[in-house]
């Protein structure tokens, strides 16, 4: 290694300096210290990943369905799920409401306080606030390629946006996001959760989307149909209720 | 070899730190309490709930490390949610910072007089003062390294691992604080390794020292900084997806423009090229319209730090010096204050986008010790104008002190608008802030 002169002197070792095996004894007891620090980190982060505890009624087919994005968060969060991948079936993609500029309403802030729940998560902001509590880690977004081409638009100008074919990454302060169109859909490497939205129910789109995320070799614990998502209209939603019903699918209430 | 007795230093010099050290707390705690709170403290304090609760590290300056984080937490949980909960820890960094560069110049060799007058400049820059009284991170900067790297010299002599634990802790610490701790710490564990692989006697015995050096200055910190994300990994994450996250923060943080409400590239002063920090006065002003709290005056309140020149524009004729004598006579001292100040400083100068000025504090202490080091030296062939350089120095710093903790009188905002710029108090010039 090359150091300037003058900085380095030629000295020997001090008389002090410790024996060799006195330093390998240091060497190897920060080394396990390291070690096991790094050992428990990734099991502090794989154990914190908590899986659905289905009811008697889901047991066998862990499938249900719900209101919308926000019903589903709150679903997540009372059955204790945490730390999971969130694979989301889907034509649209919402960006939560900005409470500066669209503050809640007096009608809204008195229902809030009329149903005891003073957060405000609604359809739009409900995946952003799962990612904010812990209870989704990750997104696998998959959208009927009309949809993912008018999502890709909406960011095209992100300097975080990473093109692939079929499919773009784009984190949002660190938190993995990946769109795809269904041909490019990449089945994630352990169990997740599922929500398919009315939206999903284009042409395009897989029409069994369950059916099709089992042959794409996806796993999941909870896969949640809603019946609404922001910009779906009525066909799309007699679609949901259809699929819904006719997977055999109970409606799955959300506690408030 | 030139030995240098770190801990035979006469009373005096202690006592002198001592003192320094005193005032320097002084000044950082101060009316602290009654010092409204700037943006900066209002996220520092929802950042630091976000992450411990949930993982989260938003709503401010997710791609920086999250040491900060923590300890907000715990001083949250013990002083309450108000100034001193938000801003504890910077006061203390910020404070303990003086001692440290004080004995970091003993440690390089230099003269008792050189720490204490380094030790000086950091107690009453405006700059530090400004920012070890926010929550902002950045004063961590002034310390954590600046300790590290003095444990490293303190090892380069008593050759105690102990030390280099200790080193590697504080590196650890440091990185955890922002990754540019990484610069002077490696500069000197190099040096330092070199010089112990030098004085080995056998293959054997330098393998030894290798491995003491890696497991302390590589495992160790390494380890530390992981740890100061275990909030995060709670939210189910393991080490590969740590470590893309960490490609996601370097990213940002390469290409970073400001957050979302904050002064944006191009405000006055503020955000410049690192080169200029040396060349013109350097300032950061924060400011909070009227409405936002009841602390704050009609006209809004200003918290402005502005280093202090006489002292910052000193450093590059000082660098040359000290380069002169290193190259010339070989002067360990000089080369060694050098080698700390370009490894700190560089990085920055080097990064083609604009830094925001309170990422300067990194580098206050070196280059305040180059500074000091070199009015000693200089002190030896002409007394007089080195005292009334001191002197000014001095005097300009306690003008420039109250507007660093948020006072406003009529001479000190000339000051600051001389010194500065017409637009340092125009609140529409703040906009977005």
């Known amino acids: 290694m090359i150091v300037p002169s003058g900085l380095v002197s030629q000295a020997s070792e001090p008389p002090n300096a410790p024996a060799v095996r006195s330093r390998l004894l240091w060497a190897g007891a920060v080394a ?34 719900t209101g919308s994005a ?7 969060r009372a059955a204790g799920i945490h730390g999971r991948r969130l694979v989301v079936l889907t034509g649209q993609w919402s960006r939560p409401r900005d409470l500066r500029s669209t503050p809640p309403t007096p009608e809204e802030v008195e229902a809030a306080r009329a149903s005891g729940e003073l957060e405000y998560v609604d359809a739009r902001s409900a995946l952003f606030a799962a990612a904010q509590l812990g209870i989704v880690r990750s997104f696998d977004v998959v959208m009927p390629p009309s949809a993912l081409t008018h999502r890709l638009g909406e960011v095209a100008g992100r ?18 996001r990946r769109f795809s169109a269904p041909r490019a859909f990449a089945a ?41 998502d922001p910009v779906a209209g009525p066909e799309e939603r007699r679609t949901a209720v259809a699929y819904g019903e006719g997977a055999g699918a109970p409606f799955l209430e959300a506690e408030k | ?40 403290d209002v996220w520092v304090r929802e950042t630091a709930r976000n992450f411990a609760a949930f993982g989260w590290p938003d709503p401010t300056m997710w791609n920086h490390p999250r040491l900060r984080d923590l300890l907000v937490h715990a001083s949250l949980g013990v002083l309450g949610d108000g100034a001193w909960g938000i801003r504890a820890w910077s006061v203390l960094l910020g404070t303990l910072s003086v ?76 990185l955890a604080s922002k990754w540019n701790a990484v610069f002077p710490v490696g500069v000197a564990a190099a040096v330092v390794l070199v010089q112990a692989l030098r004085g080995s006697a056998s293959r054997r015995e330098r393998a030894a020292e290798l491995a003491l050096f890696l497991s302390c200055l590589v495992l160790l910190p390494l380890a530390v900084y992981v740890l100061t994300y275990w909030p995060w990994l709670g939210r189910g994450h393991d080490l590969a997806e740590l470590l893309r996250f960490h490609g996601a923060m370097a990213f940002e943080t390469s290409t970073h423009t400001g957050y979302p409400g904050t002064k944006q590239v191009g405000f006055p002063g503020e955000v410049v090229g690192a080169w200029r920090w040396f060349v013109q006065p350097s300032w950061f002003v924060d400011y909070v319209p009227p409405p936002r709290a009841a ?13 202090n020149p006489l002292a910052w524009l000193a450093t590059l ?11 010339r006579e070989r002067d360990r001292v000089a080369g060694w204050l050098l080698l700390l100040f370009l490894a700190a400083y560089l990085p920055f100068v080097l990064v083609p986008r604009p830094i925001w000025t309170n990422s300067a504090l990194a580098v206050v202490p070196y280059s305040s010790a180059l500074v000091a080091w070199t009015a000693v030296r200089l002190h030896e062939r002409c007394r007089h104008p080195v005292r009334i350089w001191l002197a000014v120095t001095l005097v300009l710093a306690a003008f420039l002190w109250p507007p660093a903790m948020g006072i406003s009188t009529r001479p000190t905002d000339a000051v600051l608008r001389a010194l500065v710029s017409p637009l340092a108090l125009d609140p529409s010039a703040h906009r977005g802030s």
């Open chain 2, 99 to 174: 001692p440290a560069i004080a004995v970091l110049v003993r440690c390089a060799g230099g003269s008792a007089a050189a720490a204490l007058v380094a030790a000086l400049l950091v107690a009453t820059d405006p700059l530090h003062l400004d920012f070890s009284r926010q929550g902002i991170n950045d004063v961590y900067l002034a310390f954590f390294p600046v300790a590290a790297v003095t444990a490293l010299l303190v090892h380069r002599e008593r050759r105690h691992p102990g030390w280099l634990v200790l080193a590697g802790l504080l590196l650890g610490l440091g």
């Open chain 1, 159 to 176: 300097k975080e946006l990473d093109r692939g074919d079929g499919s773009f990454r784009l984190t949002f302060h660190g938190l993995e």
């Open chain 1, 32 to 65: 396990t210290f390291a070690a096991s620090s790094l050992a428990a980190a990734e099991l502090h982060g794989r154990a914190s990943r908590l899986p659905f505890e289905p009811p008697a009624e889901l047991r066998e087919r862990p499938v249900a369905m």
């Open chain 1, 188 to 228: 994630p490497p352990e169990r997740v959760l599922v929500l398919v939205e009315p939206t999903w129910f284009v042409d395009g789109a897989p029409a069994d989307p369950l059916a099709w995320l089992s042959a794409q070799g996806v796993t999941y614990d909870l896969a949640l149909l809603a019946l609404e």
């Open chain 2, 295 to 307: 602390a704050v005056p009609a006209r809004g309140f200003f918290l402005s730090g502005v280093a």
């Open chain 2, 1 to 40: 070899m030139r030995t240098v007795a770190v801990g035979v230093a006469r009373p005096p010099f202690w006592l002198a730190i001592l003192a320094l050290t005193g005032l320097a707390l002084l000044l950082r705690t101060l009316g602290l309490a009654a010092q409204p709170l700037v943006g900066d």
């Open chain 2, 317 to 327: 004729p000082a660098a040359a010096w000290a380069a002169a004598r290193w190259i």
């Open chain 1, 70 to 76: 926000a019903d589903a968060f709150r679903i997540w």
